[in-house]
């Protein structure tokens, strides 16, 4: 289950992950396990990351940006072309 952004926080962190680099980067092998552990460490670390989709066409970018959101329970925030913008808040230890 991936989460659910209003309009005001989307755009909020679009401005945030404007300067940002891509930290994951899903290539051919598509939609493994260690992407999504990477992905995962990704968002853990830093709350707002950038993922590049480097194989693949229109829909299948579509599924495989949903698919990931879905496994790393993260909320995408943008997809432009072939870059997704994903943001999970931090789990406190507290």
Known sequence: M???LTPRHRAQLKAKA????????LGKAGLSDEVV???DLA??????IKVRLVDADRQSRAMLSEA???RTEAG????????????RPR???A
């Not at 404007?18 to 980067?25: D, Q, T």
């Open 18 to 25: 404007h300067s940002l680099e891509a930290l994951v980067h």
């Open 68 to 70: 990931l959101a879905d």
């Open 37 to 39: 552990r990477q992905t």
């Open 91 to 93: 789990q406190d230890d």
């Open 76 to 87: 995408i925030v943008q997809t432009v072309g072939r870059v997704l913008i994903l943001w």
């Open 43 to 48: 968002l853990a670390a830093h709350e707002l």
């Open 2 to 4: 991936s989460l659910t």
